[in-house]
């Protein structure tokens, strides 16, 4: 595994970890909301050896990518123009994609406008609209501290509060890996604080996907955490929804499977990947 930073078309500079090389088959991993590359770092090597050429970026906004300022510089259709301009940086024609939470609305989005330029598609612990149990209240708060002390004085915040995602899997990881909550919490630090406020706004506004999802023609897994209860009953939706396409629920995992169950999670990606899945017919 290496890291490099490319330059888009659009001139964003994207930093991205990289496992593997032309001629394997192109995979490229999308984090979720205040993610970032590493989220895939621990697996990128072993999907390499299964013939891979895999390549998770950094999101605008997040880690060591470029932080445009002003909330009209992120959407979840931006992050979709700079994965496929980063596709064409790579020379991709086409490639497998994996989304996670954000990253998977982000996927969403690609599959739709532009089905051609994917071979496969993998949706994880992500929705088809806002998630299930967002506080708008406690999003307005979040966004008042995000305004007066930046990502900083959110994580101190944080802190206090849990959410829908602090579930036992999680808690049981945050005990069990040294650093994680380090890790976590270096992560939103690294983020852009008007990419903050302008993703929570999308998410909780987005219109909903699902009846567009079923027009699909792509071979699809939908992957999600047991425990993960704001996006375990849109991702049954988006199974059931869309045509051919797989569930895998991931046990005793919540919103990060591959940290909180990292084998059953690979498992059932490695399973997907290599079926040689055809798309279903109309």
């Not at 940086?89 to 532009?114: E, K, P």
């Amino acid at each position: 595994m290496r890291e490099r930073r490319l330059e888009l078309p659009s001139g964003l500079g994207v930093a991205l970890l990289e496992a593997g090389a032309p001629p394997s088959r192109p995979l490229l991993l999308a984090h979720g909301f205040t993610g970032a590359k590493e989220d895939f770092a621990d697996h990128l090597d072993a999907l390499a050896s299964r013939g891979w050429h895999c390549v998770a970026p950094d999101l605008r906004g997040h880690g060591r990518s470029d932080q445009p300022p002003g909330l009209s510089s992120y959407g979840l259709r931006i992050f979709a123009a700079d994965i496929l301009g980063l596709a064409d940086t790579l020379g991709w024609a086409r490639f497998t994609l994996l989304g996670h939470s954000m990253g998977g609305m982000v996927a969403q989005h690609i599959a739709l406008d532009a089905p051609d330029r994917l071979e496969a598609l993998v949706l994880m612990d992500t929705s088809h609209a806002a998630p299930d149990g967002i506080d708008a209240a406690l999003v307005e708060l979040g966004k008042a501290v995000v305004a007066q002390g930046g990502m900083p004085l959110l994580v101190e915040a944080s802190r206090a509060r849990e959410d829908g995602l602090f579930t036992p899997a999680h808690i049981r990881l945050l005990t069990t890996r040294p650093g994680y909550r380090e890790f976590a919490e270096g992560k939103t630090l690294a983020c852009s604080a008007d990419m903050w406020l302008a993703m929570v706004e999308e998410f909780l506004h987005q219109p909903d996907r699902l009846e567009a999802l079923a027009g699909l023609r792509l071979p699809t897994l939908v992957l999600v955490g047991e425990q993960d209860e704001a996006f375990l009953d849109h991702s049954r939706r988006m199974a059931g929804a869309i045509p051919g396409a797989s569930l895998a629920v991931v046990p005793d995992a919540g919103h990060s499977p591959q940290f909180e169950n990292p084998g059953a999670w690979f498992e059932a990606v490695v399973s997907f990947l290599g079926q040689g899945v055809t798309v279903a017919p109309p």
